[in-house]
Structure formats: C-alpha cells, structure tokens
C-alpha cells in the first residue's frame, strides 16, 4: 500500500519581535554601554565608515540637521560595536569643529584607549561639556584632559578638586591652563606636603606675592631662591604714594588699627627706634651679642624681634626656620652687618662650622643674604610680619587650633597665610 506522503512541513512560526531598549541620552550612557561588543560584521564596518564619512562632510554641503541624523544612527551602531570601532570613530571626528556632541560626549566617557582622542584634542566640546565629562571619568582621563590646550578656570577648578596628583602637576605645567584664586589656593594648601607643588606653582602667573611668600615657609632651597626672586621686589611706589600720610597718622596718635599695620608694611625704616628706647640693650647689634654668649633665650628672642621691627611670633617662626634663609632676610632688613648671620646661627645653637670652614647650611644662608637687596629684604620681611600677624584675633587662632583654613573672602589674605603657615603640621 501506498504511503502517503508526508504532509509538507509548514514554516515555524517567527519568534515574537523582542521590544527595542530604551534610548539613552549622552549622560546615561556609561562605560559599560560600550563594552563586551559581538564580533562586528562587515556591513556594520563599512556602514560605521559611510556614516562616519557623512558626519564629516564640510557645512558648506551638509545641513546641521541631516549630520545630527547620521550621528544619531551611528550612536546606536558604536553602542555594542568593539573598542577598536569606537576608536576608529573617534579618531575621524576629533578634528571637526561641527562634531555632534552626543557621540563626542559618549566617547570621551569610553575607555581610555578610545576616550583619550575626544578628550585632548576635540575642539567641538563645550565648557559644560568638559565639566560634565571631568567630574564622570577615572583619573587617566581627567589627566589627559588636564593636557588640552586651552583650558579655563571653571574646567581646571573641576580637574583639579580631586586632588589628583598627576592631574594637578600636568595642569600646573599647562601654560594654556588658566588657574582660578580658589585652585591655586586649594593647590597651594596640599602643597605643604607636596613639594613638587611648590615648585610648580611659583612658575605660574596666577601666583600672587601672598602666595609665594608664604609658601616659603615649606618650600625647599631652590623653590626658595625663585620665591625670593620674584616677590623680593621694592616698595618705592607705595613709598611715595603714601609718604605724606604717616605724619597725619602721627598727629591721629596711630588711633586706627588698620592705617596703622598697613603704614609699618610700607614705611622704609626698618629698626623701631622706640623699641630700641625702651631696650636694656644699647642696639640690635648688643642683643645679638649677649644671645651669642648666653644663647638664645625667649626674652631676647622677643627683644630682638621688637628691635627688628617685627613682632615676636614672626621672630620666632625666622628663628625657628631649619634652613635658615628667613634668617638671612632678618639680617639684611635692619641693615645688620655680614658676620651677625654667623652670631645668630650660633646663637640658635646651630652648626656653623669655623670661621674658615663655614658648614654648608650657614654658606646658604650668607648667599642668600648676599643675593638680596636691604629694600628688597625688608619688603619680604615687612610682609611676613604683617600676614603672620595682624589678623591674629581670637577667631583665626581658633582656625588655627582647629586647623582649618579661614575664607579670604571674609578673614582677609593675612588670615590665611597665618592659618597655613601656623598651622602647617609638617614643619
């Protein structure tokens, strides 16, 4: 008998359409949109190429609208398309100033390997676009970024409040970076523990004489010898523009405390003659002396300090300088002779060799007195003694204590450098 044939087979019936996922926006996607990747075929390769392609036709032949439309199709191809795709594209679009952000904003986000094309050289990318960016990305990231060309303070504040220290030197050293007030001073207090700050910092133009002149306080020789450089610089301006208001304050009897700090900052004579007065010494010179021949004790610390025309708590952050540079700026101010920087080294009880072999440490400390002007010296030291000193009221040393950094907005320059200096714990 006959089989019948088999009925034939009817197709099996497709597999219900599985629902697309949601669209993300740029700052959805995250790095793991773009990873595990299938293997890519070739279609999706010269597809990716031609969109590519037609992202980077001139304005002149394309509209904004029809590029934005091939960058939104290529967004869905580069999502789970393989590293080296992505950093294909990557690399085509740097360059274009008409970019479509939503694909630059995804890739600088990638993996390093793709992101860092995007991240230093694309010119499409916005202040916005970079803060976003910074603030959404690993360390290598924000340190290749730190290597763009131009950079402005609102993006360097975002690279830089991590504190990162490869991000902070590469930005230090960008001379297209601009660095806001609140940056450098932030830099500024972390480089109490990080030299390399220090010397990165006195080098940029941001950098201020408050700046400098209290960084001195950590700064090793040769940031020192910059310092010194740089800020040690002359008061004959504010000399002559003020000349005539120190017998009025005279007259006032020196009744407003602030007329009062801010004229012992520019007057030109250093040495107070009234200290000197009162003194059981005869001279600065005598004080020194007898500090030689009894060492140096708090009392004459402070005498010499008054005699110097500084305040005691200046004169004893000099003295107790470990190399000893402030101490050179002490002696050259008031117009002490060379040898007194060999009297107070041994004073202090430090090593100063013999009279013809000097120790090395006091051989620095005569360059530096030898290096620098008197007028020079007594702006550097007049400073320091106005910054370390007239803003100590109960509040800043309660900053101090607390070691806590008070707003120069509200506290002044002078607060802050006093905080710093006075609160550094690594002296």
């Given at each position: 008998m006959t089989q019948p044939h088999p009925a034939t087979p009817k197709h099996a019936p497709l597999p219900a359409a599985m629902?697309?996922?949601?669209l993300k926006t740029a700052d959805e996607l995250q790095l793991t949109d773009l990873a595990g990747a299938p293997q890519t075929s070739g279609v999706r390769k010269a597809l990716v190429k031609r969109l590519a392609d037609v992202i980077c036709i001139p304005a002149s032949q394309l509209t904004p609208q029809e590029r934005h439309m091939a960058g939104d199709v290529l967004v869905e191809l580069l999502r789970d398309a393989d590293v080296d795709m992505r950093e294909s594209v990557a690399k085509r679009l740097v360059m274009l100033n008409e970019a479509p952000r939503t694909i630059l904003m995804i890739l600088a986000k990638d993996?390093?390997?793709?992101?860092?094309?995007?991240?230093?050289?694309?010119?499409?990318?916005?202040?916005?676009?970079?803060?976003?960016?910074?603030?959404n990305v690993r360390t290598e990231h924000r340190k290749v970024m730190s290597l763009r060309r131009n950079l402005t303070d609102a993006v360097v504040d975002v690279l830089a409040e991590f504190l990162e220290e490869d991000v902070v030197n590469t930005l230090l050293?960008?001379?297209?970076?601009?660095?806001?007030?609140?940056?450098?001073?932030?830099?500024?207090?972390?480089?109490?523990?990080?030299?390399?700050?220090v010397n990165l910092l006195v080098k940029r133009d941001e950098t201020r004489p408050s700046h400098g002149l209290t960084m001195f306080w950590w700064?090793?020789?040769?940031?020192?010898?910059?310092?010194?450089?740089?800020?040690?610089?002359?008061?004959?301006?504010?000399?002559?523009?003020?000349f005539d208001l120190f017998p009025q304050a005279a007259a006032e009897g020196w009744n407003d405390a602030a007329v009062r700090k801010a004229l012992q900052f520019i007057e030109r004579r250093q040495r107070n003659r009234a200290a000197i007065a009162r003194s059981d010494y005869e001279s600065l010179e005598q004080a020194i002396d007898t500090a030689v021949e009894t060492g140096m004790t708090r009392e004459l610390a402070e005498e010499i300090s008054y005699m110097s025309g500084i305040k005691p708590a200046t004169g004893a952050q000099i003295m107790a300088d470990k190399t000893g540079e402030a101490l050179a700026i002490l002696c050259k101010a008031p117009g002490l002779k060379r040898d007194y920087i060999r009297k107070l080294w041994i004073a202090l009880r430090r090593d100063a060799g013999t009279p013809d072999e000097p120790s090395d440490e006091l051989q620095k400390i005569t360059a530096t007195y030898d290096g620098i002007s008197t007028d020079k010296a007594q702006t550097v030291l007049r400073y320091w003694n106005w910054s370390l000193t007239s803003s100590l009221n109960a509040d800043v040393l309660q900053h101090i204590k607390r070691g806590v950094i008070?707003?120069?907005?509200?506290?002044?320059?002078?607060?802050?450098?006093?905080?710093l200096v006075f609160g550094n714990r690594n002296r």
């Open positions: 629902p697309a996922p949601p993996d390093f390997q793709v992101a860092r094309h995007v991240l230093e050289k694309s010119k499409s990318l916005t202040d916005s676009d970079l803060i976003h960016i910074a603030r050293k960008n001379k297209g970076a601009s660095f806001s007030e609140k940056t450098i001073q932030r830099i500024m207090t972390v480089s109490r523990s990080s030299p390399d700050y700064a090793d020789s040769a940031a020192r010898k910059t310092i010194l450089h740089r800020f040690a610089v002359t008061r004959n301006v504010l000399q002559e523009s003020c008070p707003a120069e907005s509200e506290y002044g320059a002078a607060a802050v450098t006093a905080a």
